[in-house]
């Protein structure tokens, strides 16, 4: 497993139907995955886990870590499809 979360701006990890990506200050986690009572099921779970965790230890040895991040701001656009 090569992915660590909060190490860049682009990298992704897929497992099953589940994506997590890096985006800078943030990671995104979407799809879904099914896990099976099963020994596949226990590695995709220890996968899952190992990654929970490193972004946990990540954001604990930050120290400054502020409380919550600002909201980038939203530049808004005239929709040329409207008159």
Excluded: C
Aim: aromatic residues 6%; negative net charge.
């Amino acid at each position: 497993m090569t992915f660590s979360a909060f190490a860049d701006d682009s990298s992704s990890y897929t497992l099953a139907n589940l994506t997590l990506e890096n985006n800078g200050d943030s990671v995104s986690i979407y799809g879904d995955i099914q896990i099976a009572r099963d020994a596949q099921g226990l590695q995709q779970l220890l996968e899952l886990q190992h990654i929970i965790n490193q972004a946990v230890a990540t954001l604990q040895a930050d120290a400054q870590l502020p409380e919550q991040l600002a909201a980038a701001p939203v530049n808004e656009i005239d929709n040329p499809f409207l008159s």
